[in-house]
């Protein structure tokens, strides 16, 4: 069984910062990819970063030069880091990732986490 566990969302001011992360937990062998998509209310999921084990990584536009995204092999950790943002960047951030565990090769959800930006 593998778990993705994340942390760090809450309420921030325009223009503020907030720290996300998710770590991976259970039977892994590899982990191919991870990445955070973020979804808001009354909108579709849409991919926000992803990174691969040879630190390779995409942003989408509206993020490029805001946001990073940082992984840590040993811990199965990936961490988000969120500067200047906006409210219209509100919305619940989920963690994903490509796991190679027990049953094979397979894409794994966190449960989300809040975000919130407002004055």
């Known amino acids: 069984q593998v778990q993705l566990v994340e942390s760090g969302g809450g309420l921030v001011q325009p223009g503020g910062s907030l720290r996300l992360s998710c770590e991976a937990s259970g039977s892994i062998f590899s982990i191919v990819d991870m990445g955070w998509f973020r979804q808001a209310p009354g909108k579709p999921r849409e991919l926000v970063t992803t990174?691969?084990?040879?630190?390779?990584?995409t942003y989408r536009d509206s993020v490029k030069g805001r946001f990073t995204i940082s992984r840590d092999n040993a811990k199965n950790t990936v961490v988000l880091q969120m500067n200047s943002l906006k409210p219209e960047e509100t919305a619940f951030y989920y963690c994903n990732a490509e796991i190679l565990g027990g049953l094979g090769a397979r894409r794994y959800w966190g449960q989300g986490t809040q975000v919130t930006v407002s004055s």
């Open positions: 990174i691969t084990s040879d630190g390779t990584t």
